[in-house]
C-alpha cells in the first residue's frame, strides 16, 4: 500500500482507537504542527493538540470513520491528503452521524511520513438519542 | 514583504473585492487544485472552484477581512499559511461577524506563490439584521 495513504489510515485508526501513544508517533511534534477540529480554533503545536485528543477521546464512547473521495498530492517532501470523514459516532449519548471534509498534511521526515497538519471541517451533522441511552 | 503572505493577502483582497478575474490568476488552475468552503464539501478543479466563487460573490453585497494568528510553514516548494479569519460581512441583508479558521497552501510554481488549496472552517458566526436591511 502506498506509504502516504498508509499513514492516513494509522491516523484515522488511532483516532477511532482513541489511541494516543500511536497518535503521538503519527505527529512531526514539531512545534509548527497544526491541528483544527470542526468548529475549534487553531491548535499549534504538540501539546496543545495533545491536550485535544485527550478531550476527544474522553467525550466519545465509540467512533468509526470510513472515508471517501480520498485524494493524494505529493510536491517533494510534502504530501496532502483531502478526504471526506464519514463518522459514526457516540458521544455523551447521542448517536451521531456526521461527514467532515479532511486535510491531512504530511511531511516526510527521517524515512517516515509524519502529520504535520489535520484540518476538519463539519459539512453535515445529524443527532439522534442512542437506542440505549436511557437504558 | 514575504512573497508568500503577499501571495496570502492577495487571496484575501480578490475575494473581498469580488474580483473573480484576480482570484482565478491567484490559483494553480491544476486539477489538483482543492477549496473547502465552511460547512461545504470538497471542491477539486478550478471549474468547480470557480463556480463557487461566482456563488458567494453573487450573495454577498460586502465583505472584509482581517487576517490573524497568521503562520507561515515552507518546505521546499510548499508553503502553508493558517490564519484566522476575522470576516465582517452582509449576506441576504444579514450581518455577520465570523470567525473561520484558514488553511491555505501554496505552491512555487514558475517562480510565483500559487494556491493549490484552501480550505475554511467555521469557528464562531454571529448573525443579526443589517441596520438598513428594511431601508
Chains 1, 2 share one sequence.
Request: hydrophobic share 40%.
Amino acid at each position: 500500500m502506498d506509504p502516504i495513504l498508509q499513514a492516513n489510515e494509522a491516523f484515522y485508526l488511532a483516532f477511532q482507537e482513541f489511541d494516543l501513544e500511536t497518535m503521538e508517533g503519527l505527529w512531526s511534534g514539531r512545534p509548527t504542527d497544526v491541528c483544527i477540529h470542526p468548529g475549534w480554533s487553531i491548535l499549534r503545536g504538540w501539546a496543545d493538540i495533545r491536550e485535544s485528543w485527550t478531550r476527544i477521546f474522553s467525550n466519545t464512547t465509540y467512533m468509526r470513520f470510513a472515508p471517501s473521495d480520498v485524494e493524494v498530492h505529493v510536491v517533494g517532501q510534502v504530501a496532502r491528503v483531502t478526504c471526506v470523514e464519514n463518522i459514526y459516532a457516540i458521544q455523551e449519548g447521542h448517536t451521531l452521524h456526521s461527514q467532515v471534509a479532511g486535510t491531512n498534511v504530511f511531511e516526510h521526515i527521517d524515512g517516515r511520513w509524519l502529520l504535520t497538519l489535520h484540518h476538519g471541517s463539519p459539512m453535515r451533522v445529524t443527532r439522534s438519542a442512542t437506542p440505549d441511552a436511557d437504558a
